[in-house]
């Protein structure tokens, strides 16, 4: 558990940084790079976060990857940086490269019918517009719901659902704010494993992400970079360095910045 980051932590990463030819920088979005809030999408990173991704992508020999638990589109969309980087969308499912090109996992077909008819449910319930339908998945929020309401809504999905996703295998993966229900077989380590794989031997990394399902994306890295856990306050996790969003995580993205050769 990361209750505190060690100066030598941070100092020898950096070191390492300093001297790499080939550097990825993973980077989760809601709660990371971005805040929390109930109106979606207007989510757009902090002021300060954008322009150093911006320069660190200008003016640094580094690939900057978002991985998000949002449709891999609907976050292009929430961007305003001036390069925009390579996306994984949906826990990994979703790939938007630099170029526009997308590319999204296979899914099992019963699976696929499954969720649809998850989605309907929900729908019966009233839920239809606190629902953001994916690529094999569907999250249902209830982010600026009093915490009663919002527990009774977690509560009757789990009961409503339970004999489908155990049938059909779905998965129910929460998150702050509410719940997704998806159709399994990827997750965050994904992009980190095939991004590192297309990179080579060499590359220096770190991912920073606050969710859990960021922890899948924490143990991949382990070994081959660094896994920082970004929140107001620690948690039970797999990362070795603790952020406090967003003043710690402008300061982690400044060094990058700085001992990558950078410049604002």
Not at 7 to 23: D, G, I, N
Not at 218 to 224: L, P, Y
């Amino acid at each position: 558990m990361a209750t505190q980051t060690l100066p030598s932590v941070l100092e020898t990463f950096f070191q390492q940084l300093r001297q790499a030819e080939k550097r990825a920088l993973f980077l989760d979005y809601d709660g990371t790079i971005a805040p929390f809030t109930a109106a979606r999408r207007r989510a757009y990173p902090y002021p300060t976060v954008e322009g150093l991704i911006d320069c660190i992508q200008g003016t640094t020999a580094t690939r900057v990857v978002l991985v998000s638990g949002r449709g891999a589109r609907d976050l292009a969309e929430l961007l305003r940086l001036q390069i925009r980087p390579e996306i994984w969308g949906t826990h990994g499912r979703e790939r938007l490269l630099r170029d526009g090109t997308y590319e999204v996992a296979a899914s099992d077909p019963l699976a696929l019918r499954a969720l649809a008819e998850a989605d309907a449910w929900m729908e019966t319930q009233g839920w239809g517009d606190r629902m953001e339908p994916k690529a094999g998945a569907t999250a249902l929020h209830w982010r600026g719901l009093p915490q009663e309401k919002a527990e009774e809504m977690s509560e009757r999905l789990r009961e409503g659902l339970a004999d489908l996703c155990h049938q059909a295998g779905l998965r129910l993966r929460d998150f702050a704010g509410g719940v997704e229900i998806d159709v399994g077989g990827v997750n965050k380590g994904a992009a980190v494993d095939t991004v590192l794989a297309e990179m080579g031997a060499g590359a220096v990394a770190a991912y920073l992400g606050d969710d859990l399902s960021d922890e899948d994306a924490f143990r991949a890295i382990r070994g081959r970079g660094l896994s920082v856990l970004v929140r107001p306050a620690p948690r039970p996790t797999a990362a070795e360095a603790w952020l406090v969003p967003p003043h710690e995580v402008s300061q982690f993205l400044n060094e990058w910045l700085l001992v990558s050769g950078g410049e604002l």
